[in-house]
């Protein structure tokens, strides 16, 4: 099957906001607030610009498994940097590339400089089993004499 659609339509059925932190922020509290928000991870700006993303995994591989304190360690000295992104009209298949290739799990959106969304694999899994399930209903029409449903 093929899949269609772009990060703009993600974003436009999950919503755009997204949850930032500064390089400055103490871990312990960047997880803080990801927890508040039940998310995994954080897009790290330095005034208008991305400069990379702060994610539940690098909390574990930087952190934890090199003994250093999420109370004394910054944001900015274990994010992943440089910043992978995706524009809004880049395809889904480009971003599972992207995703895939990098082996990472959120993606900011960027419309030229501007953040205006992340997208998480998530959200691509979401985007994928909606268009499978509307195929099968597509299909099933066909198949039962209903097409055009």
């Known amino acids: ?11 436009a059925s999950k919503g755009s906001d997204v949850s930032t932190t500064t390089p400055e922020t103490l871990v312990f509290e960047a997880l803080t607030l990801m927890g508040e928000k039940n998310i995994g991870a954080l897009v790290v700006m330095e005034g208008p610009t991305v ?31 440089p910043a992978i992104s995706i524009a809004p009209d880049d395809s889904i298949e480009e971003c599972m590339a992207r995703m895939t290739l990098n082996r990472i799990r959120h993606l900011p959106v960027l419309d030229g400089d501007s953040l205006v969304g992340l997208v998480s694999i998530g959200d691509v899994v979401n985007w994928i089993m909606r268009a499978q399930r509307h195929a099968i209903q597509q299909l099933t029409g066909y198949l039962s004499g209903q097409y055009p449903a």
Do not use: A, H, N
């Open 51 to 81: 400069v990379g993303v702060f994610s539940e995994r690098d909390y574990s591989r930087k952190v934890i498994l090199q003994g250093k304190t999420s109370r004394s360690t910054r944001v900015g000295e274990i994010l992943s940097r």
């Open 1 to 11: 099957m093929e899949i269609s659609g772009s990060i703009r339509q993600i974003l």
